[in-house]
């Protein structure tokens, strides 16, 4: 048998391709296969390559770009669904109307008793009018509260430190507060 591309014996069979060559034309492979434009893919996968790859990222960018509602129609749609009406009971209170006597008030003509000066029990005298207090919670910050509790046209920020200086909690950013401590609100 002769090589491929001489007319001498050939020695030896190409494991790639198994054509014949000589000595002279090949070493394990033989001369075509050792070749490196042989090793290079087709121009056609090339191409196949590309024209994936400008139909995923046309696909990609129509994913991105549609509108949300633009579906094609086939998805589940619900009908004959009729809204839920949440009615809470009106519960009658005990309070007649006023053009009615209760069953419990005496009449005019009956007399009247008013209980001892001594029974009636004095209110306890509350705080300044204008404070409130508050018990901090766990998690609670001081901005936090502030925040909850400013009055309109303050900032929080303001009133964190208003808040601050009426416990003597010092600085508002070192000012530290615990569960279970009652702040004053100016």
Known sequence: MECYACSNEAS????????????VH?????????????ALPSFNLYRGS????????AIAIWLLVRPPGAGDGLGVVLTDLTPTVIVTPFVDTATPPPDETPAGT???EEETL????AETEEPEP?????????????????????????????????????????????????????????????
């Not at 090949?26 to 042989?38: F, I, K």
């Not at 590309?50 to 990222?57: D, F, H, K, S, V």
């Not at 008013?114 to 000066?117: E, R």
């Open 126 to 186: 509350t705080d300044t009018p204008g404070l409130r207090t508050y018990e901090v919670q766990s998690g609670d910050t001081l901005l936090g509260i502030a925040e909850r509790f400013a009055p309109p046209g303050i900032t929080p920020f303001d009133y964190a430190a208003d808040i601050a200086e009426a416990n003597d909690l010092g600085d508002v950013n070192t000012a530290i507060i615990n569960p279970d401590d009652v702040l004053i609100l100016p």
């Open 106 to 108: 005496p009449d005019d």
């Open 12 to 23: 030896r069979q190409c494991k790639r391709c198994s054509r014949l060559y000589c000595e």
């Open 26 to 38: 090949g070493g394990d492979l033989c001369a075509e296969c050792l070749d490196p434009s042989s």
């Open 50 to 57: 590309l024209l994936a790859l400008l139909i995923g990222t």
């Open 114 to 117: 008013t209980p001892d000066a």
